[in-house]
T-cell receptor, first 113, second 108 residues
Framework: KAGVTQTPRYLIKTRGQQVTLSCSPISGHRSVSWYQQTPGQGLQFLFEYFSETQRNKGNFPGRFSGRQFSNSRSEMNVSTLELGDSALYLC????????????FGQGTRLTVV | GQNIDQPTEMTATEGAIVQINCTYQTSGFNGLFWYQQHAGEAPTFLSYNVLDGLEEKGRFSSFLSRSKGYSYLLLKELQMKDSASYLCAVMEDYKLSFGAGTTVTVRA
């Protein structure tokens, strides 16, 4: 059974640009959550999608957005990149209905220069 | 929102036992998770508690007291490979909020 796949693994962007990250959940999982991890702030929740609907959103500016497709794959987009957006972006998938385990992908390491 | 507190660092000897405490304050509660994260890798699931009591999984056990807003992760028979960051996380409304993590160093 394939795990959670995130692409790309590494990305370097310039301030002001935008970026799109992709997450393919485990087959059969309908919930995808996104997190930002930095040394200073730890793991911070961005948003969660289930069956193409956003069910919860963290305290991030509107530059951070996401969506989920009918096949449960999800993308997150960050527009007008700032230096502080440099982080490891992780997605986690789960069945999404009262299940107990969320599986994380390997993450996308974004560096903004 | 949640306030999740856990110690920053702990050091223990190979073969010993270490207990990592986690306290939380939350307006809603759908479960408490423990994850292990090695440097440069993604977090991996260790345990889940939604009811009070102890859950045992091999060398790892996790305890929850909802009335006290308290959990601990117990690592027994420590091995060098257990050196990692251990993250306590609380689930509320499909949102996992994480503590800052406890870095455990296992020494020979």
């Amino acid at each position: 059974k394939a795990g959670v796949t995130q692409t790309p693994r590494y990305l370097i962007k310039t301030r002001g640009q935008q970026v799109t990250l992709s997450c393919s959940p485990i087959s059969g999982h309908r919930s995808v959550s996104w997190y930002q991890q930095t040394p200073g702030q730890g793991l911070q929740f961005l948003f969660e999608y289930f069956s193409e609907t956003q069910r919860n959103k963290g305290n991030f500016p509107g530059r951070f957005s996401g969506r989920q497709f009918s096949n449960s794959r999800s993308e997150m987009n960050v527009s007008t990149l700032e230096l502080g957006d440099s982080a490891l972006y992780l997605c986690a998938s789960s069945k999404g209905r009262g299940d107990t385990e969320a599986f994380f992908g390997q993450g996308t390491r974004l560096t903004v220069v | 929102g949640q306030n999740i507190d856990q110690p920053t660092e702990m050091t223990a000897t190979e073969g010993a036992i270490v207990q990592i405490n986690c306290t939380y304050q939350t307006s809603g509660f759908n479960g408490l998770f423990w994850y292990q994260q090695h440097a440069g890798e993604a977090p991996t699931f260790l345990s889940y508690n939604v009811l009070d009591g102890l859950e045992e999984k091999g060398r790892f056990s996790s305890f929850l007291s909802r009335s006290k807003g308290y959990s601990y992760l117990l690592l027994k028979e420590l091995q060098m490979k257990d050196s990692a960051s251990y993250l306590c996380a609380v689930m509320e409304d499909y949102k996992l909020s994480f503590g800052a993590g406890t870095t455990v160093t296992v020494r020979a």
